[in-house]
């Protein structure tokens, strides 16, 4: 009696259901007695063999493989594969468990692949490269070995950052220390990592620090702030005005002092910084966040400077009249002008000038209202 054929088709759909639950491979040394118990409680026609061998399965899958009409990949033998990507459910379990492996981790091995996918190690490049061509997956080439990151299907469709925005978020200011970025790649080969994100133009080396390039605006608001800091308190110090070449000079030295940093990111990265560019920022914070402002020659802290105006020229108002002999607001000034004089309380002449008079001014306001109140 000859031998009864193997119901491809039923082979074909229960081979295809265990490849589905492993991410697309089926081995079939694994899943011999499944495969045989569901064949044989399978509805099959009288003339198709009512149960399977290992060498059968082996023989019909290979089949299969070398037939267009079926799905099957031959990896090698016993080896098979049934691409899992194109939209369905499996898919979608596959940038589940990625999303979920990069949650935590920046950048992971291709190790950390396999035991998440639980595939054997044989066919671990081969899957990689399937996630890297469907941009599910990034390649990072660090050293002898192969490092990956979420790819930009995987960010598209998921939310889940890509590098560029991880990088971001655990920067500071534009900037990230080298112990951050080591504990946020967190693989052995960090340093190649990193080799490599400088090299690709992501960050660049401050010396101890990096800059993300990614996060160019954030670390010129940075800059500015940490710039617009210290010229205010130089303002503290110079009695809240000095003269405008003062102050352009000031705030022109803080910013060649990054120049380093500016020059740095020119090198590596289109978005370039400029002086000029921050130069701009620092003095339209200043003016906008600060209350810096420039008139005739001469640059003031407005805000604490008109405390200081208002204070002085109550004061002085308040001691001439209270001495008996001011009996108009000329004589009130009078009095005035002769405390001014020897009143120092900008570090230059040119604001100590400016200083008397907004005093002068605001004395003045104060002694006409007095007497117009009498």
Known sequence: MPVRPVDRDVLSDICGEIAQDNCGFLYVDRAKDRIQSEYESADKSMLKAGSVTASSIEETLSDLAAD?????????????????????????????????????????????????????????????????????????????????????????????????DKLETKSFSGKISHEQLEDAIAVSATSDVINYLQSEGYIVDLDGEYLVCSALDEFTRGVTKEISDDVVEAFEDAGYAMPRDEYDSLVETRVTDVSS?????????????????????????????????????????AD?????????????????????????PSSVMEDVDVELDELHLASTEAGNAHVRDQIREAAAERANAAFETE
Not at 285 to 299: C, F, M, P
Not at 310 to 326: H, P
């Open 68 to 164: 267009d009409a079926f799905e099957f990949e031959r990896l090698r033998p016993r080896a098979y594969y049934i691409s899992p990507f194109g939209g369905g459910g499996l898919e979608k379990q596959i940038m589940s468990t990625l999303t979920t492996l990069f949650r935590t981790q920046m950048v992971v091995t291709a190790e950390a692949i396999r035991d998440a996918f639980d595939i054997a190690h044989d066919d671990l490049a081969f899957f990689t490269r399937e996630l890297r061509n469907r941009r599910f997956v990034m390649r990072i080439a660090a050293g002898n070995r192969e490092y990956f990151t979420v790819g930009g299907y995987l960010e598209e469709e998921t939310d889940e950052p890509g590098l560029t």
């Open 304 to 328: 604490p400077l008109s405390e200081v105006v208002e204070d002085y020229a109550s004061d002085l108002v308040r001691q001439s009249m209270a001495n008996g002999g001011a009996a108009t």
């Open 261 to 301: 940093v500016l020059d740095a990111s020119r090198t590596v990265h289109d978005d370039t910084l400029s002086e000029t560019r921050v130069l701009n920022s620092v003095r339209e914070n200043l003016e906008s966040g600060y209350d810096i402002r420039v008139r005739d020659g001469v640059a003031v802290h």
